[in-house]
């Protein structure tokens, strides 16, 4: 069945560094979306991409879509405090929008 | 506008009771799917509904089901409770449920069973 996983599972930076988390599938994707959540939060929409080698730029934060449609990555660059949480990327399963998400990665943000 | 809504807020229940999920969609939206998260990870598909039929079911026993009203709000219904049930249940909404839709989480309930 389709997998999407996430790595790293954890990261720890220092408000400043950059953070870059990398999302990949077994099968071809035919969209990705990234979420944000809080702690004791719902996650939060925050892009989507459709297209093979696909780039979004949100402010700090820049999304990309493999050529294979395979993998996805998103890069915080000078995180802030506020960039704090569990970052998903999840996809549509077979053609209606039930998303399966990746397992996540846990940023924190050290002042 | 309301984005979406969910009622309960926390909900605590015992093993083999059973328990009612509602959800308010963002108006205008006709499609609702649910989600269970449980602690330390990714939200889980259990279902989704547009226009008042089952479009999908995740791989979750019978003991859950779901409907969807003509409003468009949703309930999620689990039976005989298991320890295992406990977790955050989040409801999403989408204009129509297609691939390319967004989806908007409510912030779900969270659900205690002892």
């Known amino acids: 069945g389709q997998q999407v996983m996430q790595i790293p599972q954890y990261q720890h930076v220092q408000e400043g560094e950059d953070f870059t988390t990398y999302c990949n599938s077994s099968t071809t994707l035919s969209n990705i979306q990234w979420y944000k959540q809080r702690p004791g939060g719902h996650p939060v929409f925050l892009i989507q991409?459709?297209?093979?080698?696909e780039v979004k730029k949100q402010k700090r934060l820049t999304f990309q879509f493999g050529e294979a449609k395979k993998n996805s990555s998103l890069h915080i660059t000078a995180t802030q405090t506020t960039d704090v949480g569990t970052y998903f990327c999840?996809?549509?399963?077979?053609?209606?929008?039930?998303?399966?998400f990746g397992t996540g990665t846990r940023l924190t943000v050290i002042p | 506008d309301a984005g979406v809504t969910q009622s309960p807020t926390h909900l605590i229940k015992t093993r083999g009771q059973q328990v009612t999920l509602r959800c308010s969609p963002i108006?205008?939206?006709?499609?609702v799917s649910w989600y269970q998260q449980v602690l330390g990870q990714g939200p889980q598909f259990i279902f989704q509904?547009?226009?008042?039929?089952?479009?999908g079911r995740g791989n979750f026993p019978d003991r859950f089901s779901a409907r969807q009203f003509p409003n468009y709000s949703s309930e999620l219904n689990v039976n005989a409770l298991l320890l295992g049930d406990s977790a955050l249940y989040l409801c999403?909404?989408?204009?129509?449920?297609?691939?390319?839709?967004?989806?908007?989480f409510g912030p779900g309930t969270r659900l205690t069973v002892l």
């Open positions: 509904y547009y226009e008042k039929e089952e479009r």
């Open positions: 999840a996809s549509p399963l077979f053609l209606v929008n039930n998303l399966f």
């Open positions: 999403a909404s989408s204009l129509t449920g297609a691939t390319t839709d967004t989806q908007y």
């Open positions: 108006s205008g939206h006709k499609s």
């Open positions: 991409l459709v297209k093979s080698g």
